[in-house]
């Protein structure tokens, strides 16, 4: 939520007990619903609220990001989600979300080069992730690679300054497809692939996955484009625990890299990013799209423990 001016709403609250009352001031956002400004509620009537999972409460102030879910509504700093997975790229994208507005020509351009420019890590870090069992799980290994950044990269780790934090933020933009795709490679046993900056961004993670020395590797255009529109989709979901976490990490001044990989640790859980994992796991057993039927139908008989991971339930007679 972006917060307007404020406004001359408030709402009072009683305790029924003492017959006090307290009248705390209401803000309206951009868009959604008015929020109630409880920062003074403790002092002046000694009394917390509880709200376990954030449930009605908004942490913080934001113009990134809205999100409806029961509505399908997604908006980038005001950009339906719908429009820019259409016309833009990723990279446009985070431009967007870093800058507030969609890249000039010239802007795109050297925003593209510098991230294309700084795509690849360090050399001792391949030596770093030889280090991790090979049955490691790659998000273990991504979330201890990411943190590893701060100790390679000391000129961008005071998140206080303005200028190291946006350094951060480029650097790590440009490097968590190369660290990925290295987690990936390592849980493989296949050789690491160097970024190529003759690719675009997608174009290039899908290049350091799934290119091997032994044959050219030539990216699918129609793959690289749904790998860019998954990069869109998932580039910013509000105050979602992952984002939570970053921001409770950074609450205490840590440097910006093991911020996001206390983020990253959020987002390995199954009841978040791992979801996304349980998914593929899913379609695996499915197998073939022949065996979609029966499987819809384990999944409607009680009796079967089978789950359609990622569905409502209301929506199987559908399906």
């Not at 868009?31 to 109630?36: C, E, L, M, N, R």
């Not at 985070?94 to 351009?109: I, Q, R, S, W």
């Not at 290994?141 to 000129?155: K, R």
Request: glycine fraction near 8%.
């Amino acid at each position: 939520m972006a917060e307007n001016s404020p406004s001359e709403k408030s709402v009072t609250i009683t305790d029924n007990a003492s017959g006090k009352s307290t009248i705390l001031p209401v803000t309206s956002g951009t868009i959604g619903p008015d929020v109630i400004d409880i920062r003074k509620l403790y002092a002046e009537t000694g009394m917390f609220t509880f709200d376990p999972g954030y449930g009605a409460t908004g942490s913080c102030v934001s113009g990134l990001t809205y999100i409806d879910g029961d509505e399908g509504v997604l908006l980038h700093r005001g950009y339906a989600i719908e429009d820019l997975a259409e016309k833009a790229d990723f990279l446009e994208l985070a431009y967007l979300l870093l800058e507030g507005e969609l890249p000039k020509p010239d802007e795109k351009e050297a925003f593209d080069t510098i991230i294309t420019r700084h795509t690849m890590v360090h050399e001792q870090l391949s030596i770093f992730l030889r280090g991790f069992r090979r049955d490691a799980h790659p998000m273990a290994i991504l979330c201890g690679a990411t943190g590893a950044l701060s100790a390679f990269y000391h000129d961008s780790t005071d998140i206080h300054d303005p200028l190291q934090r946006m350094i951060a933020s480029r650097r790590l933009i440009a490097k968590m497809p190369t660290l990925a795709s290295m987690a990936y490679k390592y849980s493989l046993g296949q050789p690491f692939n160097y970024p190529r900056n003759n690719l675009k961004y997608a174009e290039n993670f899908l290049h350091m996955c799934f290119a091997v020395p032994a044959e050219d590797y030539h990216v699918d255009p129609t793959l690289a484009d749904a790998m860019n529109k998954i990069f869109i989709l998932h580039a910013d979901h509000e105050q979602n625990a992952s984002t939570s976490t970053v921001r409770l990490a950074g609450s205490s001044g840590a440097n910006p890299f093991a911020c996001i990989a206390a983020g990253i640790a959020s987002l390995w859980g199954p009841a978040h990013g791992g979801a996304n994992e349980a998914v593929l796991n899913m379609l695996t057993q499915i197998g073939h799209k022949k065996n979609i039927p029966e499987f819809i139908n384990k999944a409607r008989d009680k009796d079967d423990p089978f789950r359609l991971i990622g569905l409502w339930a209301s929506g199987l007679q559908e399906f």
